[in-house]
């Protein structure tokens, strides 16, 4: 069974660089996506970004400055950094591993889906000076 | 505002028939797959691809897509599945992926 861990500084300050770790145990880091997830208090779900065990990353287009994600995978381990946080990035941070899937239907046309199907318990972060 | 649009919230009488939907330019190339999402707990994953379901989530659950809409339909809700729905797919204007901004499920 699959399982996900985040770990981190619960605080970081303004400007500072938060970076949270996921620990992947029950399935294979290698041949494929992990994602992170973002939910501010009281909001939506916000994808930060997947990352593949080849190092391939898809970023969120409004993050993407501050964001870099990597893989490690002698530790089954995936990492998230984000910089210069605000009191904006102050929210629960999940991990979850990521799949990307078509399929043709009769007439032809391919069709893609994505979807996350294990998630961490996510983690709590504040941003306050 | 997300590019995948869903309604902010909606009820169901208990054993009754609900749909939530999401629309969104990019649903007409890519399918949608649906969250689930209780308070204090991280999502669940309940419905992805054309209409597939992961193992454990109950049949009530279903999927479907038309033109620019996708929807989970749950057929005879029960006093459990109140809780928060989220579906997630492509973004239109790019590579990158969304999710739309949540339905709240109330069953009455």
């Known amino acids: 069974q699959v399982q996900l861990h985040e770990s981190g500084p619960g605080l970081a300050k303004p400007s500072e660089t938060l970076s949270l770790t996921c620990s992947v145990s029950?399935?294979?880091?290698?041949?494929?996506?992990w994602s992170w997830i973002r939910q501010p208090p009281g909001k939506g779900l916000e994808w930060i970004g997947h990352?593949?065990?080849?190092?391939?990353?898809n970023y969120n287009p409004s993050l993407k400055s501050r964001v870099t994600m990597s893989v490690d995978t002698s530790k089954s381990q995936f990492s998230l950094k984000l910089t210069s946080v605000t009191a904006t990035d102050t929210a629960v941070y999940y991990c979850?591993?990521?799949?990307?899937?078509?399929?043709?239907?009769?007439?032809?046309?391919?069709?893609?889906?994505?979807?996350?199907?294990?998630w961490g318990e996510g983690t709590t972060v504040t941003v306050s000076s | 505002s997300s590019e995948l649009t869903q309604d902010p919230a909606v009820s169901v009488a208990l054993g009754q028939t609900v749909r939530i939907t999401c629309q969104g330019d990019?649903?007409?190339?890519?399918?949608a797959s649906w969250y689930q999402q209780k308070p204090r707990q991280a999502p669940i994953l309940v419905m992805y691809?054309?209409?597939s379901r992961p193992s454990g989530v109950p049949d009530r659950f279903s999927g479907s897509r038309s033109g620019n809409t996708a929807s989970l339909t749950i057929t005879g809700a029960q006093a459990e599945d109140e809780a928060d729905y989220f579906c997630?797919?492509?973004?239109?204007?790019?590579?990158?992926?969304?999710f739309g901004g949540g339905t709240k499920l109330t069953v009455l």
């Open positions: 997630y797919s492509r973004g239109s204007s790019g590579h990158h992926l969304v």
């Open positions: 979850a591993r990521h799949f990307n899937g078509r399929f043709r239907e009769n007439r032809g046309v391919i069709y893609y889906y994505y979807y996350m199907d294990v």
């Open positions: 990019s649903l007409r190339n890519y399918y």
């Open positions: 691809s054309k209409n």
């Open positions: 029950g399935d294979s880091i290698r041949n494929n996506y």
């Open positions: 990352i593949h065990d080849s190092g391939s990353a």
